[in-house]
């Protein structure tokens, strides 16, 4: 078990580019969560997957973002056109149906900072 | 909606003494779980500790214990013989239903955090 990974860490871009972040979630877990954390702050839920579907967007989602989970595997998050309110870490998560407590595994996020 | 409120910004403990760090919450559903992750500085956020909402006992994994009030809707974290390496982000998080399933999928409303730091 390799835990939830993400890629890349660090990313620095410049308002106005594109980014896109991915997530590889523990290998047997079909439910996928993205979450954004700003500083000083809780996460935020995003949105949600279960399998390839996308079943649930938070209003935080605006059109810039985009999320996909092809194959029900790993999934990216896309952010167009990036202003500096969007500077913060995004956390993955995974998580099984038949786990106990069915809690939610981390990834280390991706920390994104728009100049 | 789902709220949850942790009023301390920061604690502070001596190392081998217990803490306690607080939790609210606010919902008005009858079944629910509760979580306490530990962020540490590297980022990662890490489960600690779960207590359902129709559970009658508090949970308890190791240090950690939970003080669950239903009817005060609070969920404070209690650890025990306090160690340096516990000095990290705390957050209390709710999920609605106390197994991830409906309409929720189970994603989690998280509060402000508590930043615990243990002194030797």
């Known amino acids: 078990d390799t835990g939830v990974s993400q890629d890349p860490r660090h990313k620095i871009t410049k308002r106005g580019q594109n980014v896109t972040f991915r997530c590889d979630p523990i290998s047997e877990h079909n439910r996928l969560y993205w979450y954004r954390q700003t500083l000083g702050q809780g996460p935020e839920f995003l949105t949600y997957?279960?399998?390839?579907?996308?079943?649930?967007k938070s209003r935080l989602l605006s059109d810039r973002f985009s999320a996909e989970r092809p194959k029900g595997s790993f999934s990216t998050l896309e952010i167009q056109r990036t202003e500096q309110g969007d500077s913060a870490m995004y956390l993955c998560a995974s998580s099984s149906k038949a786990g106990v407590y069915n809690e939610q595994f981390f990834g280390p996020g991706t920390r994104l900072t728009v100049l | 909606a789902q709220k949850i409120t942790q009023t301390q910004p920061g604690m502070f403990v001596q190392e081998k003494e217990a803490v306690t760090l607080d939790c609210t919450y606010d919902?008005?559903?009858?079944?629910?779980?509760l979580f306490w992750y530990k962020q540490p500085s590297s980022g990662e956020m890490i489960f600690l500790i779960y207590q359902g909402s129709y559970d009658e006992q508090n949970a308890t994994e190791g240090r950690y214990s939970l003080n669950f009030q239903k009817a005060r809707k609070s969920a404070n974290l209690v650890i025990s013989a306090s160690q340096l390496g516990d000095s990290a982000m705390y957050f209390c998080?709710?999920?609605?239903?106390?197994?991830?399933?409906?309409?929720?999928?189970?994603?989690?409303?998280f509060g402000q955090g508590t930043i615990l730091t243990v002194h030797p």
């Open positions: 997957f279960q399998n390839e579907a996308q079943l649930e």
């Open positions: 998080a709710m999920r609605e239903g106390q197994y991830a399933g409906g309409t929720s999928y189970g994603k989690l409303t």
């Open positions: 919902t008005s559903d009858q079944s629910y779980g």
